[in-house]
């Protein structure tokens, strides 16, 4: 089945509104095996039927959002039946409905609400229960011109209105239009540590050869391998990314980077702490957003004075003059201070020059140092150089330092 | 001028990655005039001829994101040059562009990165500074059928990539395309503290009534206020806007709240510490964004556990167990304890339930301790229930960390 999205609405043309509809509806719909082929955003008023006739005519189905308000720019109920040559008539049960809403809140109804009343007897009313406009689905019908239109979906806009009514009301009519259960599924495999085209050069055709679609995401610091085909051919074409990808793979179930290292910490009863100078935080912060964190990250010093490195950690003065606040030796001493001070298993630093000013010959800006110390292995440390500006320096430091802590505890797991 | 946007991707069509690009090519569209008419998300491959053929018969301008990466699911360069009945050439100025960019990063490229430094002749070449890929832009073109195409922009996918080669590139090319200057020029005023309604009721019509159209975007904690008019009737506005926001106005010059703060404490000579429980990092992050934030900014405590509460900052056992961690005196503890071991002017401290566990029937999920200690004045704290997700409440909880900061430093200026 071919789907397609209308999205109505000038504000999110307008960039008034961040457009969230169709990534709501593909999560939705992926599980059943259907996939949105097409999604475009017209505004209010006639460019609604342009876009239907359009979509219409390459679709078995077509959701339309927006436009079932009670205001004049709410125009895709008129819009819709016209285009059905279906005639709108006032629902009394609809109306009741709406009635008993603005009466549970304590509001009484201007005239306009009738309009959300009416609907064409073909149609099927999906109930809204966040809101007042009811959805409407039509199953296919013969147009004036005798072409037969596809199911269509009437939905609201407002995202709270939306996806209670599509999950509980749309997604089990579409269900019942499948021939046969769904049979294609897919994996999202997450990576750090090469770009796309690496990937695509490590993979080379293994993937293709199966016949699974293969598509790539990249995003700071990291690329999201997304496989798409039947189930029993994803699982064979497991081993080979796991051996192609080696320890670039993050996450066969499309977990976070922070994720991946608080669930393996918390499996193997370890904690962490982490002593934070060019990243400021942001270390900390994302290891504190996989539920349950507590119980494997214990605190970070951000430490992002040179008096804040001496005082909290303990680094010497000596040094930070003599080696510099951002080099590996002062790194080194971050995260086993870190370590000591907070009766961690590990403890992750990171120093260095996020920009965009500061920085030395040696040193130059984009320069970061990550440690980890460790229990029965010496303190590693790795220099990084990100030509970027300050805040991806930031992200592409927390990265490089959750990944080096990742890639430890794959190799070194706890005696 | 007619716009229509394309935006390619089958991760945007399968719900993998949220669409931004149309929020932000319209907020970038708005101040010089333009707005998008029509925008389709079509997936990786043939469909992208298919759009840009139905766009190009509606519209001056086609803006297309996507496709223009290393890997063989990036199509955009070699569709577009097909439909304009161009040939790719190999240009040697982006290969050595992109060869210098891998250099810098100690990465040996690929030879897949040779699609990225093709283009036909006839295209202008926008650089890209924060990627491989080049965007690429057509002025009119007589086609293979001897219609006139569109100007035509392709853009990268990655929004890093996109946002800044889109403003400093692509927009440039765009003003010099208008008829005539544009007269209208975009305010963005940031508030905190009110709903977009509120706003609305407190400026009443006195923008309308100006001429000034007046646009709100709600972020998590945040609400910007987009005022579009003539210059000068837009100055005029500025009092009004202050007056009847009063201290909820962050900003008239669109700056963040952490930029705010930390350019006031700058401005002042002042300094600040965090003490971070339930934000984990995130305020110390925020702080951290800002160039120049050190000079103000030296050090965060984020104690997750209690006994990092106790050994980092002190924080009596009893009085843990006694009050709980999450409680006005531990806040106050907290700060207090920041404010003292980091010897610096101010230190704002969180500690909450962020969930998905935890509360206390007095103190249920949600509950966020908020407290800023100052010289000279009593340490305050604010108690907060943030009715939400985990990562949205410690968004929520840094920003009323930062604006009780920020109307404590309005109020009582440093003597």
Known sequence: MRVEVINTGSELLLGQVLNTHLKFLADSLLPIGLRID???????????????????????????????????????????????????????????????????????PTSRIQRQAQRPLAATVLQNDHGTAPGLYFPPIRRPDSSLSPHLFLLPGPPRELHP????????????????????????????????????????????NLG????????????????IGPTATLQSATPIITSRLGSHLVSKENLS??????????ATRQTLSTAESCTGGLLAHRLTNPPGASAAFTQSFVTYSNQAKHHTLGIPTELLESAGPVSAPVATAMAEAARHLASTDHALATTGFAGPTGGTPAHPLGTVFIALASPHLPTVVERHTFHTDRESVKILAAQAALDLLRRSLLLHPPT
């Not at 049979?183 to 293994?206: D, H, K, P, Q, V």
């Not at 699974?212 to 997304?226: K, N, P, S």
């Not at 980077?257 to 918390?266: P, R």
Request: one cysteine or more; aromatic letters at 4%.
């Open 257 to 266: 980077l922070e994720m991946v290292v608080i669930n393996q910490l918390i």
């Open 165 to 208: 009514m599509f999950t509980q009301r749309a997604l089990p009519i579409l269900i019942s239009l499948l021939p046969s259960p769904p049979t294609n599924t897919m994996l999202t495999y997450r990576t750090t540590g090469l770009g796309e085209s690496a990937i695509e050069a490590l993979l080379g055709e293994s993937l293709l």
């Open 38 to 108: 097409r999604q475009v955003t017209v505004p209010d008023g006639p460019a609604i039927t342009s876009a239907l006739h359009d979509a219409a005519a390459r679709s078995d189905v077509v959701l339309i959002t927006g436009g079932l308000g009670p205001t004049t720019d709410d125009l895709t109920r008129d819009l819709v039946a016209a285009y059905l040559g279906l005639d709108l008539i006032l629902d009394p049960l609809i109306l009741a409905t709406i009635e008993a809403y603005f009466a549970r809140r304590g509001i009484t």
């Open 212 to 227: 699974i679609e293969v598509g790539y995401c990249a995003r700071l610091g990291e690329v999201d391998l997304r496989l």
